[in-house]
DNA sequence: CCGCTGTGATACCTCCCCGGTATCACCCGT
DNA sequence: ACGGGTGATACCGGGGAGGTATCACAGCGG
């Protein structure tokens, strides 16, 4: 009598999404008469409305808000349980990890080269995907680990376990007057004339105010750093990207960063344990290495959450 | 061409329950014909072979395993979905807290206490339930927010926030030698003759060996501690189980005990930030009231591994 | 005031596919 | 060899998903 079956849900993300039953029955690939029975269906089974029909559009009610964050999750789940099973089903199946382009380079070089010393280690194959797309590509199954940063990234949901710590650096053209300076702070990087700092889309899509130029992709960024039109404060270890006429300079308060290696915590394979031990390794082995070298070292504060995956 | 429908997930989850294609079909309440055909069905979309027949009952094959996994979970989320929309939609809608029963006594009459004085706040209704079976509640939308321990429930999956830890105590006829003892250690508690420690099912139903009872809920344990029969290591808050006739004593080796507040990182509703606010205060408090009382005194070490709901 | 446009809702038809019944193919015990 | 019990196959009927045509209604320009 109730439970929503996956075509209903289909369909209500679609019409929440385009707020037109038109749009959406295009985007679905069906006719519109039956996507409003559907929709209709939907909101007697429930007991609940879902849109305010305003002979002018639609917009959400309160319950169709809730339904819509809930539906995109129960959506992701089930496709990931498609992908998953059918790369269990398949002899070949290399573990999907996915980073951002360009971050945690050191470690992530580490981390491969750990996990493949392991013998019969799955092969693993890395998946560079722009900023926040790892939590969506985790919960639907085209990943099994992502490396992620706190507290930037959403880590709600995921089981994580803590691989390195670090300040974070600004980045300069060679010729500017702050490049010369050993450190900095936040506010020295505020509102530097010249060097506005690129702004990001919000979850909706739109574009917080400021001067700044509006970036979408990381490649957009490092663009712009090539330039000289933007600046930049990254983790440390994000200097791949450095550009022979920039330098970096730490910025002494700005939060520290902590990669992290995640998964959804349903997926407790022995690959994905194998992996998580490989990256727990490489990170000690970084930080083994900060100490010889001579640079600031951070160690992880905050312990595991959850053990690792068995 | 892919995507699995609820009904198909459901299908298959019954017959790997059943591992038997007929009773299967009737717990569904359909005839086995459909029920073969679409097990069948979905083993073609998926390319994979779920099934191992062998004339003589079924077994699952991996990938069978792993989407028995996925698909659970998938299920509870789309269940989770039409509960929480169906809430969403009502006017009425207190929020639920699942809880062990007997658990945490004190700490749960603050919290309540704390948050019902709050201006504007949701009601509350408890549901009491039987060890582990908060994480289930929480996944398919029967309960909003959970109080759990750390680290004998699993987390995994869930925002937490630590609002209490305290040591076990371990409870005993008062007339038993060990009663008079002021402290007692993990190995003074093994083996104790004629006080075996009940063993709890295993997530497959099945007990591990040893001497002790067989318990499958609370009330079972409790009428065994008190009848004499068992010997019991639990969180000192949660003597609020303890008959007049039985002692608790430290086990100072035993784990710490940390009391958590959980719910499922897509609920980020105002109402359970809320809660879990009132739920923190309420934690706090009960720690200052511990340092002016002459108790043991323990404080969370790791903190909040994800920021409260917004 | 009257069409015109664009929205979602309704009516009605068609056909697919889910589910039921009957039966088969096969492996077991004796 | 032969029933008993398994899952698979064949076939049929009906409900419901999806399509087409149309309506009801709001805004808007003439």
């Known amino acids: 009598m109730d439970d929503l079956e996956t075509r209903e849900l289909r369909y209500f993300v679609a019409v929440a999404e385009e707020l037109h039953f038109g749009r959406a029955a295009d985007r679905l690939g069906i006719a519109q008469p039956p996507l409003s029975r559907a929709i209709r269906q939907v909101e007697r089974r429930l007991g609940v409305v879902l849109f305010e029909r305003d002979r002018r559009g639609v917009v959400l009610t309160d319950a169709g808000r809730v ?36 971050a945690s380079h050191d470690l992530l070089r580490r981390l491969l080269d750990t996990h493949a010393a392991q013998p019969g280690a799955a092969p693993v194959e890395v998946l560079l995907c722009e900023v926040g797309e790892q939590a969506g590509l985790l919960r639907d199954g085209r990943a099994d680990v992502a490396l992620m940063h706190r507290p930037v990234d959403d880590l709600a949901g ?9 300040g974070q650096v600004a980045i300069l053209p060679a010729g500017h007057p702050l490049a010369s300076r050993r450190r900095l702070t936040l506010a020295d990087v505020r509102d530097v004339p010249g060097l506005p700092i690129a702004r990001w ?34 983790p440390a270890s994000s200097r791949a990207w450095q550009w022979p006429d920039h330098v970096a300079v730490p910025v002494v308060d700005a939060p520290e960063i902590t990669t992290v290696i995640a998964w959804p915590p349903a997926s407790r394979s022995l690959e994905v344990a194998a992996l998580v031990r490989s990256a727990v390794a490489a990170g000690a082995a970084g930080e083994a290495e900060r100490w010889t070298d001579d640079r600031r070292h951070h160690r992880g504060t905050a312990g595991p959450r959850s053990p690792a995956p068995r």
């Open 67 to 102: 339904l819509l964050r809930e539906a995109r999750t129960a959506l992701d789940a089930v496709a990931a349980a498609a992908r998953r099973t059918r790369r269990a089903g398949n002899p070949e199946r290399p573990l999907v990890l996915a980073t951002k382009a360009g």
């Open 158 to 166: 995921f089981d994580t376990e803590d691989l390195h710590t670090e």
């Open 201 to 234: 889309p919000r979850l909706d899509g739109t574009y917080p105010e400021g001067p700044g130029p509006e970036v979408r992709t990381q490649s957009q960024l490092a663009q712009l750093v090539a330039l000289g039109r933007t600046l930049l404060v990254i």
